[in-house]
């Protein structure tokens, strides 16, 4: 064997010593590790005895995290190093891509094959996402209302997930409703100024919304990250009809969606471009969603007889990408129902 094998076979499982840290990274937040750990150093006999968990395997977790220095070991206790302090506030990211989402890269092979598309944990989705969002959608979303000609009195969301996203809108809006499937969602409840009611974003504006409605101007309707799902699952036409729907139902649409640019090589070279998008832009190829550009959204809100009153990104201080972006619409002058 020649005398460069071993470093070369060093680089080479880099990416395996990643694979693995991401999930360790994760489940030190599941398990509840980390956040016991946060509030000062534990003797980890008495950690895993609150956690409810098997002491031997623990210690060798921890060891683990020791060597990847985000935790220090000393006499029987554990603390957080800097590093490990410093990743709590990146913690959706992790629910999302690895309690989301581990299960859809293990399935690349199937989809590759044609074996239909690759599964999801739907509730680590939706937990993740939603983490996320308080940092960059949420904020987005808060701009693109301030774009308004007057506050709304109310708020329907499409898509809502768990409902998570909905609480950070109370107190912008009077009421707040969230349209969802998500089985972690209260079903038909109203409470503190939210209400949520289980059914479909396309089933809902269909049952809801009369072909000659009026527009109500005091109600916003918002589409986060759900164009995607309806254009994959239901078709170009379904959110045609959702976006023309919407508008008969509110005076404006509020919509977020991300900018497919995978062959970007100005995206790619950007520091979140390999971090999260590249990972990001595969689960959807993998997955019953579908990314388009900014300019595909374009022609399909002139399709379906809206105009664009505003269009914003995330907060470059959190994602200066350019590739989150936020739109409000109305209906065009004279747009047919």
Known sequence: MDEGFELRLIEALQPVRGFALAQGIYHLFSSGLYDRIAEGPQEIPALTESLELDASRTSGFLQYLANENYVTLSGGTVALTEQGRALGPYRPWYELLIGGYAETFQQITDVLRGKGYA??????????????????????????????????????????????????????????????????????????????????????????????????SSRLCLAAFLLQEILEQEGRGAVVELVRSALRHSGHLAIVEVDHRPADPQVMRHGLGLAYYNPYFLLHVL??????????????????????????VADPSVDSTGLEIGYLLTRQEGAGQ
């Open 287 to 312: 997955t019953e969603q579908k990314l388009e550009t900014d300019r595909f959204w374009h022609e399909l809100f002139r399709e379906a007889g809206a105009s664009v009153v505003s269009r914003r």
């Open 119 to 216: 599964s999801r944990d739907g509730r680590l989705v939706g937990i993740g996402s939603c983490g996320m969002s308080a940092f960059d959608a949420l904020p987005l979303v808060r701009e693109l209302m301030s774009d308004l000609p007057a506050a709304p009195a109310s708020v329907v969301d499409l898509g809502c997930g768990d409902g998570t996203f909905l609480a950070g809108l109370v107190g912008d809006s009077a009421t707040v409703t969230g349209i969802g499937v998500d089985p972690f969602a209260p079903e038909e409840q109203t409470a503190g100024g939210l209400r949520f009611v289980r059914s479909g974003a396309t089933d809902y504006v269909r049952d809801t919304v009369a072909p000659d409605a009026e527009p109500d």
